[in-house]
């Protein structure tokens, strides 16, 4: 089992420009999280899909973040323009339906910095 | 959602065990009570949940009070790759939304 899968790892980009995060769950895993983490705010959840299905996208700060779901074992999440107080770890996570009796996996997270 | 509190900091040795609290006074009858922690430049990772009745794992225990308004994450024997942030957090729920909320942790430090 190769764990939730994140890339890239780190991404260094200026501002304006548009960044793609992108996110490969846990085989079987119904459910993926976007969370961002920074030292002022700590742990925030963006958005979760169950299902593929957003549900939740209360987190997301502004429209210039979106996150997409096309099939079960892919996820992104854009920001477009960046700007750099979206610099902070970005972490997706996965669980079986049903979450609050199963863990959350998380991937090891991409570090963005905009410049 | 419910809340928890919890210590910001505390300190241990290796090789002894360590005990976390967690208060959570308004805890729901349906709400988990679930632990993860955060080594130091990696993701939270899941340690373990309940719900009303203590539980073991491999990597700790958890104790939860009777009236389920605290509980208590056993680390048995304390090593040096257990120094991390601990979050005790309830897993509130509400039909098909599922939620983890984080907060600040515990920042538990083992000494040598």
């Known amino acids: 089992d190769a764990g939730v899968i994140q890339s890239p790892r780190h991404e260094v980009t200026e501002m304006g420009q548009e960044v793609t995060l992108r996110c490969k769950p846990i085989?079987?895993?119904?459910?993926l999280f976007w969370y961002r983490q920074t030292m002022m705010r700590g742990l925030e959840l963006l958005i979760y899909?169950?299902?593929?299905?957003?549900?939740?996208d209360s987190g997301m700060p502004e429209d210039r973040f979106s996150a997409k779901m096309p099939n079960a074992s892919f996820s992104t999440l854009k920001i477009q323009p960046s700007e750099p107080r979206d610099s902070a770890v970005y972490f997706c996570?996965?669980?079986?339906?049903?979450?609050?009796?199963?863990?959350?996996?998380f991937g090891s997270g991409t570090r963005l910095t905009v410049v | 959602d419910a809340k928890t509190t919890q210590p910001n900091s505390m300190e241990s040795n290796e090789e002894e065990p360590v005990h976390l609290p967690c208060n959570h006074s308004?805890?729901?009858?349906?709400?988990?009570i679930h632990w993860y922690r955060q080594l130091p430049s990696q993701g939270p990772e899941y340690v373990i949940h309940?719900?009303?009745s203590n539980v073991n794992n491999r990597m700790a225990s958890l104790a939860i009070a009777e009236d389920r308004k605290s509980s208590t994450l056993i680390l048995h024997r304390a090593t040096l790759r257990d120094a991390a942030v601990y979050y005790c957090?309830?897993?509130?729920?509400?039909?098909?939304?599922?939620?983890?909320?984080f907060g600040k942790g515990t920042l538990l430090t083992v000494n040598p």
């Open positions: 085989s079987g895993h119904n459910s």
């Open positions: 899909f169950n299902n593929n299905v957003p549900i939740d």
């Open positions: 309940g719900l009303t």
């Open positions: 957090i309830l897993y509130t729920s509400g039909g098909s939304n599922y939620k983890l909320t």
């Open positions: 996570a996965s669980s079986p339906a049903g979450g609050r009796n199963y863990g959350y996996t």
């Open positions: 308004t805890i729901s009858g349906t709400d988990y």
